[in-house]
């Protein structure tokens, strides 16, 4: 299989292997956000998903990624254990992962673990065992009780703000919190006050946080977008935040979003899930071992995700021959014709693909979040660049943006 594609002016644009395997190792959750892609948007394959991933799947899993790393001379690969809500497994299964991969790929190949999970399962004991194994960990959580409780409750309607907050209070007591503790994800709530959400999320004491752009389709708008109008109701929530985090200078606290911005401003070859054309290196294995593309796919239809790859039958390379992998593996070449004509192309990059999507015209759409991103990144730009030596702004031929930008 070649390593390359060509692309629609000719140049070559490389495939980037796959490094980074999203383990769906639990496809139930005990929480039911109402926001949740997997299971309250449009596509409902998880109800034909086995509810733990078997231990004939894990194998498999592991054998298959030390393959694809032996094909393409990697030496590292990383495991994010994923749900559902990972933390239903139970800790053996971890354990039993763990001891497996690293069996399976030491000493050629070196496996790192990471956990995202919603935190209202963690206990002293959970923790040990992280530590023990040697495992990162992200929390998620929206905001203030108020604002948190609004999307993320649990099969009864109640809010999981507090058992989350007593997580992260017991998270903070353990020395190694600052080590294992990769952050807090985010989803954005533009009906919150963004100052008030900003200092409470520096008030818990953490280092870093990442937020969201809420997945949504042209056909099944965010909250507060007009598709067809021009009001940019994300931007101008972000806007106050970033401004108040800039004027802070605080290098320990680390808002990713506008991090990566700036580095894709000033040319940086890293992208985050919303910002960057960069091709992205992640498959995601399903519970019943399905090879898939990201899993914020399912907010476009119903079984979107499901290419016909498995681990049991199939090798992970195979997942370049899908068309709508491409959107992700080789991202540079899969714009929209109207963001190829963009001025800040490379920092947005066309938004999250399964943002562009519309039944009418596929992915070939600008962003739902277009108009967001653009009076962002422009703000963040003009922000930045007015920091800057007028020498260094020669030097580099930073121009201002909004001279830049022009309508569709």
Known sequence: MKSVIENKRGAEIKRRPITSYVLKIASRCNLNCKYCYVYNLTDKTYLN????????????????????????????????????????????FLRNFTEQARKILLPQIRP????????????????????????????????TPEVNDANRVDHQGKGSYHRVKAALDLIKSDPN??????????????????IEIYRHFRSLGLRAIDLRLPDATHDIPPPGVDVNGTNTPYA????????????????????????????????????????????SNFAVIET?????????LKACYEGITKVGLNVLSNEIEEIFDIPVVALFSTAENELPDTCKK????SVC?????????????????PSVYCRDLMKLIVHIQEKVVAELPEEVKSKMNL??????????
């Open 399 to 408: 121009a201002p943006l909004k001279e830049l930008v022009v309508a569709d």
């Open 49 to 92: 998903q086995p509810a733990v991933m078997s231990d004939e799947v894990v194998t498999s899993t592991i054998q298959k990624a030390r393959n694809h790393c032996v094909a393409n001379d990697l030496t590292t690969v990383e495991f994010i254990f994923h749900g559902g809500e990972p933390l239903l497994v139970g800790k053996d």
């Open 342 to 345: 963009c001025p800040i192309v």
């Open 177 to 194: 919190f600052e080590l294992r503790m990769n952050g807090i994800l985010s989803v954005i709530n533009i009906h919150s006050d963004p």
């Open 236 to 279: 101008d929530w972000l806007i106050p935040i970033f401004d108040e985090w800039f004027a802070e200078a605080d290098t320990e606290f680390n808002v990713r979003l506008f991090q990566y911005i700036i580095g894709l401003i000033f040319g940086s070859q890293k992208s985050t899930v919303d910002v960057g054309a960069i091709s």
């Open 288 to 296: 019943d071992g399905g090879i898939e593309p990201s899993g914020a």
């Open 349 to 365: 990059g066309g938004g999250k693909p399964p943002h562009r999507y519309s039944s009418a015209n596929g992915f070939n759409n």
């Open 112 to 143: 790192s673990f990471s956990i995202q999970t919603n935190g209202t399962l963690l206990t002293t004991e959970w923790l040990q065992l992280l530590n023990e194994l040697n495992i990162s960990y992200g929390i998620s959580l929206d905001g």
